[in-house]
T-cell receptor
């Protein structure tokens, strides 16, 4: 079974631009969660989608948004990029809402904002 | 904020057992303990989880204290590949929060 895939793996943007990251979960998984990892703040939860609905949201500004499609693929968007948005963005999938099962993480997208 | 506390770092010798401690003194009766690890340049991976009883799987064992205020992840024979940051996480199954709240974790170094 293929694992979680994220595209692109690396991205360089400039301040003020917007970016869209993509995540394809493991086949059959309906829950997708997004996390941001930085050296200073560590791993922080962004949001979770389950069956195209946002179930949970972390403490991030509205510039961070996401969506999930009917095939469970998910995208996250960051608008008006700031230098502090430079981070590794990780996506994780699980077969239910993430509460009861392990989450499988992708390799992440490394975003650099200049 | 993370509700667990772990040592910042630990060292082990290859092929020796490793005991990684975690304190979760405010844990509620419905919270599970999950362990994940993150190898260098990779996303986190699930290791093990448990509620009250000790748990074993092919990767590790989890020993949970009787009062559930602490737990220990046991790697029976450390290998160089086990060098990673290990995260101990409380997961509340009673509410709507299915997300993982990561703390700083313990960075495990394994010496040959």
């Amino acid at each position: 079974k293929a694992g979680v895939t994220q595209t692109p793996r690396y991205l360089i943007k400039t301040r003020g631009q917007q970016v869209t990251l993509s995540c394809s979960p493991i086949s059959g998984h309906r829950s997708v969660s997004w996390y941001q990892q930085t050296p200073g703040q560590g791993l922080q939860f962004l949001f979770e989608y389950f069956s195209e609905t946002q179930r949970n949201k972390g403490n991030f500004p509205g510039r961070f948004s996401g969506r999930q499609f009917s095939n469970s693929r998910s995208e996250m968007n960051v608008s008006t990029l700031e230098l502090g948005d430079s981070a590794l963005y990780l996506c994780a999938s699980s077969s239910t809402s993430g509460r009861y099962n392990e989450q499988f993480f992708g390799p992440g997208t490394r975003l650099t904002v200049l | 904020d993370a509700k667990t506390t772990q040592p910042n770092s630990m060292e082990s010798n290859e092929e020796e057992p490793v005991h990684l401690p975690c304190n979760h003194s405010t844990i509620s009766g419905t919270d599970y303990i999950h362990w994940y690890r993150q190898l260098p340049s990779q996303g986190p991976e699930y290791v093990i989880h448990g509620l009250t009883s000790n748990v074993n799987n092919r990767m590790a064992s989890l020993a949970i204290a009787e009062d559930r205020k602490s737990s220990t992840l046991i790697l029976h024979r450390a290998t160089l590949r086990d060098a990673a940051v290990y995260y101990c996480i409380e997961m509340n199954y009673g509410g709507s929060q299915g997300n993982l709240i990561f703390g700083k974790g313990t960075k495990l170094s394994v010496k040959p």
